[in-house]
């Protein structure tokens, strides 16, 4: 029994979603006829009360083309310095719009208004315009972990005080909203654009929605065409996309359980220096002691468990809707035998 914990972009579509994608009524997106990404567009805006989205092929293109609609080149955008948009992304800002970054450190991949203001360049031919803050709820390298949602409302006061946009990279949004209790309607009033992921929790092949105001989503189709994102009979997967839209949020409060679960078992083992506040459906721990992460993964890896060494010394494990109960058992009775 193979147990997948690298990531949550390794789920297969259920038997159920499946059933939708061939069903899927499909036309030309690149000319807007087709008919369930429409409609999948229509719907994923309508959660958070924008006008608009957009269906891209991915988080990164999604986010990137976010970024190349707020700023112009020769901008700075301000992040978390273990942000998605900055480390993970290849290069991306500076390559498709031309920005730099100011990097700040923040508390498990979060950061605050008082942060951002200290951040924000004065008006001085010298430096760079402060453009955009990207942030990420939850946070990758910050363990899952979810923001405060009155700390994004200062964060969104403080940007239209300033002028600047404000973007989420939400790739994990819906574990966040899940765990948090808040609401999609509360984070469309606050930010600009929105990027949320439906291949990795939702359980999609690919994809992920960019959703704004009607004028940021018309030039963001511009640029999805210039970075070669226009997909025609698209619908297939968009089909995809409403089916976890309808049928794959609540759920993901099953992966949440799972991931305290192993973290719990992994507390009791030496090897374990400490793990990062378990949130969602990310377990990043220390490996300290008579293994390093490598040899910890391959000691997994000997039992058909998959996980990922993030550093020298962390790895992780993500859950997701393939990931069963007897599997976290498994791996629980492994944890404890070794």
Known sequence: MRIELRSDTFTKPTAAMLNAMFKAEVGDDVFGEDPSVNLLEARAAAIFGKPAALYCPTGTMSNQIAIKVHTQPGDELICDQQAHVYIYEGGGIAFNSGCQVKAIKGDQGRINAAQVADAINPDDVHKARTSLVCLENTSNRGGGSCYNLSDIVQISQLCKVEGLSLHLDGARLFNALVATGQSALQYGEVFDSISVCLNKGLGCPIGSILIGSQEFIRKARRIRKVFGGGMRQAGFMAAAGIYALEHHIHRLQTD???????????????????????????????????????????????????????????????????????????????????
Not at 285 to 297: I, P
Not at 326 to 333: A, C, E, P
Request: aromatic fraction near 4%; charge should be neutral; include cysteine.
């Open 256 to 338: 949440h359980d799972n991931a305290k679960q192993i973290a719990s078992a992994l507390l009791k083992k030496d090897f374990v220096g400490g793990i990062m506040p378990v949130e969602t459906n990310l377990v990043i721990f220390e490996v300290t002691g008579r293994f390093s992460a490598a040899e910890l993964v391959h000691r997994f890896k000997v039992n058909d468990i998959h996980c990922l060494a993030i550093s020298p010394t962390q790895i992780r494990m993500v859950t997701h809707l393939d990931i069963t109960t007897t599997m976290v058992n498994r791996l629980v009775s492994v944890i404890d035998g070794l």
